[in-house]
């Protein structure tokens, strides 16, 4: 299994590349502050409601997530699993151009097919194995923190560099990522949740 760390990710993958971040919870906070932190362009998609007035006070600007969207060319689509299907259909997929990134951290409904991507843009998964508020203080504490790391469409050749580059503006490969599928992912969480979580 081979781990990947910070000398082999380039931000540089980034330059000139919006990012857009969907929603402002849990990972979406944690995530964009530190993008931004490593010197990233980044936007905030939001409905207007508290996590949108949270983004505004540190900093981001805030938009509709079809705004978002069609302004950047990297899409973290970090909502709940449960609602981001109807969220990618109607805010996410018109607005997506050829050569996009869709950027997910949980690989559950790409695996199972709730969300089915445009065969125009890359696929990848940037998956922590950790709650946002751990991925936000090791990051500020200088520290990393594990992350899966996954490909399920390479449109542009450069999916893998970007889900690599990804876990470096977050942290992750301070301490160290791995590849695996969607589908492992999912399964994973899934036998965690309902075998070790109760």
Do not use: W
């Not at 995530?31 to 905030?44: E, K």
């Amino acid at each position: 299994m081979q781990v990947y760390r910070d000398i082999d990710a380039h931000l540089s993958v980034l330059e000139n590349r919006r990012i857009a971040v969907i929603g402002y919870g849990n990972q979406g906070r944690a995530q964009a502050l530190n993008l931004r932190d490593s010197g990233l362009d980044v936007v905030i998609g939001n409905r207007e409601d508290e996590y949108a007035q949270q983004a505004r006070s540190d900093g981001f600007e805030v938009v509709t997530m079809s705004q978002a969207v069609a302004q950047a060319s990297v899409v973290l689509l970090l909502i709940p699993d449960e609602v981001a299907p109807d969220v990618f259909q109607q805010e996410i997929a018109p607005h997506l151009a050829e050569g996009n990134a869709l950027v997910l951290a949980t690989g559950y409904n790409i695996a199972f097919g709730a969300i089915i991507p445009p065969s125009s843009v890359d696929v990848v998964l940037v998956a922590p194995r950790m709650i946002g508020s751990g991925v936000r203080d090791l990051y500020v504490a200088g520290h990393g923190f594990p992350a899966f790391i996954g490909v399920a469409q390479d449109h542009t050749s450069q999916a893998h560099d970007i889900a690599l580059a990804l876990a470096k503006g977050i942290g992750a490969t301070r301490t160290g990522v791995v590849e695996t599928t969607f589908a492992q992912e999912a399964e994973l969480d899934l036998f965690t949740e309902q075998c070790f979580g109760p």
